[in-house]
């Protein structure tokens, strides 16, 4: 069984940082390419972030360019998410993912970026 679990999710104000990590199990995590994705209040996913199974590839959306960082660790099966200079607008639940549009994912983490 596919197992996605993410943590690290809290409150933090503008400006501040965030580590998620995700850990997998139930399939070879080192043989796929992994996904954040997030969902904002009434809308819906979002991709953010990919990952190459190498990690010799890494993409990101536009708007978290420069300070989102998604990194793997291929020994432990982990997936993290690296979030500097938050702002309210990504206020949002937080999921590791299998595919862009996280039809394969875990239960998410919610990050509220609030003063």
């Known amino acids: 069984e596919v197992q996605l679990v993410e943590s690290g999710g809290r409150m933090v104000p503008p400006g501040g940082s965030l580590r998620l990590s995700c850990v997998a199990s139930g399939f070879p995590f080192s043989a796929y390419t992994m996904y954040w994705v997030r969902q904002p209040p009434g809308k819906g996913f979002e991709w953010l972030a990919d990952?190459?199974?190498?990690?010799?590839?890494?993409d990101y959306a536009e708007h978290v360019k420069g300070r989102f960082t998604i990194s793997r660790d291929n020994a432990n099966n982990v997936l993290y998410l690296q979030m500097d200079d938050l702002k309210p607008e990504d206020t949002a639940t937080y999921y590791c993912?299998?595919?862009?549009?996280?039809?394969?994912r875990g239960r998410g983490t919610q990050v509220t970026v609030s003063a």
């Open positions: 993912a299998r595919d862009p549009n996280g039809a394969v």
């Open positions: 990952i190459n199974k190498a990690d010799t590839i890494r």
